[in-house]
């Protein structure tokens, strides 16, 4: 009996050894197998000196001069970090509560959680920490599909959940998963996503915002909330769930907010959406050849994509949204009576004038071979010329620019590519741009209609003819070299400059845009009504070298010929240049080169770049003071006296479409400008803290209005400067100044011209009469 029971108690003793030595040995190979990984043997692991700097793509971000994000410059990740500080509680809390209750319990790896996701398999809730989440993020993302690399890689993600939770504190490691992980739609990190998602910034997140971005970590390709609505609300209400099951909400706020839609303000950060489009793409120019300048420390080159970088502009959020809502008021109304007159029944040549068939077939082959179809198929797909041709002329889906309802769109359409470009061709484009006259400060810029589809910038890569706001220029050589008075009479009557006299071999003898000659006009009212033979007669006595002299001094780099008609505007400047010129005279003489970035900054704060104000004296304050008095007459009573206009518009302005009440009261200082045939529309605006320009037209001189009515710079330009600066007008944070442009202290020219009567209809003006004026 004795003999059985040492027997079964000997049987039993083998297994509880077997029992241990395979507990022991299960144990060893855990951490064989924790000690081979850390080795790096099954892959290679995160050192000490990158654990420490944790490398992510970081965006460059651009900074408004009111603190507002106007863009980024990314290839793959639109990535902007921010601090623990900067998130929201019931963002953390959010998260917490769906991705690791146990957060700050652990340190990296849960071992409860671990267990039940074993016991378990995983149908209870998965075992992987925050801490885990982001070691995935930062160094493996991608998930093998071998069980052995699965184990192998989740060994070395608790490896590095645990140097991490070392390494940083826990509100260093939930801020970093934040910024780390790909919302989709262009939004990497939590900023990006707060932005694109509901257009605000992370700290203004709502609650139920919150849950429905962590409720997006599960997997963000299938909780999309632009292509899958239903199942990310449905997630989202789970996150708001677990929220009340840990007590971060109570049962009323998660029953009310789980009824609630998603609520998307979808606002796309793509370098062809968004605001200021036009100034970034000038922006990213500018950066590179910063970049190409100005190395590392180390001597290795910036990386605008990836390095983090932040740009201070110039740019005022405020204007910039201003500015751009002003054009696209103006250029949808502008735009529809142009349709309006250019159907097949009213122009044959739509939207051409006086070019024969001929013409238009050559115009059309030359755009097709700028075009960015053109551009692949030639050195992309090596087709030849023939069979490019060909395509232009097959039917092809396509998203097309439109109007609709005053606002720019897209409409999904068949059309044929070369039918296509006859169609852009009908759109007046426009370039716009506000300054601060004092510092050179650009506070808009609006480089045309939408960038998506005319991505040309009209504000400094644009060149036109100036029409009319090229005279200023005339009368302000004048009247530096000369002396002469705003009241200072000249007759209204034909008048030539003979041949060679200035290296024309012709006579130059312009004609009054009216036809209309007789009596006399002072230098106020011949500017305000743009009178040609009056700038003529100065622009004979200062020559045209003196006025190129003058306007080179004011920052104008384009080439000018020396002939007298250049008087008139026949020369071709950008919106950039006349803005920057005209800002002279608002500051007292003294040309302020426009500036677009004020500092650049790395990713920690250190300034790389401070931008240095280049200014020069061009022409007095006495001088500059009495042009801006000259260009006050204009708005007073000349083409821009619309701008004074109150009260609701007559028919006349109805019939015109662009003719808008403004009422303005406050001194304004401005000129219109129209070139030949109604191609081009300007108009120069300035109060004494703001110049702003505006230019109108279509790609070809060729597509313009029939008449002046409609063609001219007071009805194309002018009302887009009328709804920005009403509008800057209506913010009162901006301080857009109602005051007098400040006179200097010892002024010895008269621009009081009101003892005379004028008489403006026949041309009458008196005033006084210069001595060396020969009639």
């Known amino acids: 009996m004795a003999s059985k029971k040492q027997t079964a108690t000997q049987d039993f003793s083998k297994y509880v050894r077997w029992f241990w030595m395979a507990f022991v040995g299960g144990i060893l190979f855990i951490i064989l197998l924790f000690v081979l990984a850390s080795w790096g043997v099954f892959g290679e692991m995160p050192d000490h000196t990158q654990l420490e700097n944790l490398k ?196 009323k706020v998660k029953d009310s907010l789980q009824k609630t839609e998603l609520d998307l303000n979808y606002n796309p950060e793509s370098h062809r959406e968004g605001i200021a489009t036009y100034f970034r793409t000038y922006l990213d120019g500018f950066m590179k050849d910063w970049i190409k300048n100005n190395p590392k420390p180390d001597g290795t080159k910036w990386n605008l994509y990836n390095d983090g970088l932040k740009v201070y502009t110039t740019i005022d959020s405020r204007m910039q949204l201003y500015a751009e809502n002003a054009v696209e008021q103006h250029m949808a109304r502008l735009q529809a009576e142009f349709f309006k007159q250019n159907t097949p029944q009213r122009n044959p040549t739509a939207p051409f004038i006086d070019l024969s068939p001929e013409e238009i077939k050559v115009l059309l082959k030359g755009a097709m071979k700028q075009s960015e179809r053109w551009r692949k198929m030639k050195y992309d797909l090596n087709k030849s010329e023939k069979e490019i041709e060909a395509s232009f002329h097959k039917p092809t889906e396509m998203a097309i620019f439109a109007y609709r309802k005053g606002k720019a769109t897209e409409i999904d359409t068949v059309m044929k590519p070369i039918d296509s470009i006859r169609y852009y061709k009908t759109f007046l484009r426009t370039g716009m741009m506000a300054m601060e006259p004092q510092t050179g400060h650009v506070k808009a810029w609006v480089g045309g209609i939408n960038y998506r589809h005319f991505q040309y910038d009209m504000v400094k890569q644009g060149r036109r003819q100036v029409g009319s706001t090229f005279k200023p220029f005339v009368y302000a050589a004048a009247i530096d070299q000369l002396h002469y008075s705003p009241c200072d009479v000249f007759p209204d009557t034909p008048f030539c400059i003979e041949a060679n006299k200035y290296g024309d071999p012709d006579d130059w003898c312009p004609k009054n845009s009216d036809g209309k000659y007789g009596g006399t006009r002072t230098l106020k009212n011949a500017l305000a009504n743009s009178v040609n033979t009056v700038t003529a007669r100065l622009m004979d006595k200062v020559g045209p070298k003196t006025v190129i002299d003058l306007v080179k001094k004011l920052g104008v780099e384009s080439p000018i010929p020396e002939v007298p008609s250049i008087a008139l505007g026949t020369a071709d400047l950008s919106v950039y240049e006349m803005v920057g010129a005209y800002a002279a005279f608002a500051n007292k003489g003294v040309y302020t080169k426009p500036v677009m970035v004020t500092t650049i900054e790395d990713k920690n704060g250190t300034v790389l770049y401070q931008f240095k104000p280049e200014t020069h004296d061009v022409i007095g304050e006495e001088p500059a003071y009495v042009t801006i008095k000259l260009l006050q007459g204009v708005v007073e009573s000349g083409s821009g006296a619309r701008l004074r206009r109150t009260g609701p518009p007559d028919q006349f302005y109805k019939d015109i479409i662009t003719g808008y009440p403004y009422g303005f009261t406050n001194p304004i200082a401005g000129k219109t400008g129209t070139t030949q045939n109604q191609s081009d529309g300007w108009f120069m605006g300035m109060v004494p803290n703001l110049v702003t320009g505006v230019w109108v037209g279509a790609e070809d001189r060729s597509a313009h209005f029939r008449s002046i009515l409609y063609g001219q710079g007071a009805s194309m330009a002018l009302p887009i400067w009328g709804v920005f600066m009403k509008s800057c007008y209506n913010d009162k944070t901006l301080n857009v100044s109602t005051e007098n442009f400040e006179a200097p202290a010892n002024l010895s020219i008269n621009v009081d011209c009101s003892t005379g009567s004028g008489n403006y209809e026949d041309g009458n003006d008196s005033g006084n009469v210069p001595d060396d004026l020969t009639f």
């Open 56 to 251: 992510s793509n970081l965006a460059t971000e651009i900074i408004s001069s009111d603190g507002k994000t106007l863009g980024k410059f990314y290839l793959n990740d639109n990535r902007t970090p921010l601090s623990y500080e900067e998130l929201p509680k019931n963002l953390v809390d959010a998260l917490i509560a769906t991705e690791d209750a146990r957060f700050y319990e652990h340190s990296g790896v849960d071992a409860f959680g671990t267990l039940r996701a074993a016991v378990f398999f995983g149908k209870k809730g998965g075992a992987s920490t925050i801490s885990q989440q982001l070691a995935k993020q930062l160094f493996h993302r991608r998930e093998n599909a071998n069980i052995v690399e699965k184990l192998s890689q989740k060994v070395r993600e608790w490896i590095i959940a645990i140097r991490l939770e070392r390494q940083y504190t826990k509100e260093e490691i939930i801020a970093q998963y934040f910024n780390i992980y790909d919302f989709l739609n262009n939004a990497d990190g939590i900023r990006s996503a707060a932005r694109i998602y509901f257009g605000k910034e992370p700290k203004d997140l709502e609650l139920k915002e919150s849950a429905m971005l962590v409720g997006m970590f599960k997997n963000s390709s299938l909780f999309n909330p632009r292509k899958r609505p239903e199942l990310t609300r449905e997630r989202r209400n789970v996150v708001l769930a677990q929220m009340e099951k840990y007590d971060f909400i109570d049962k």
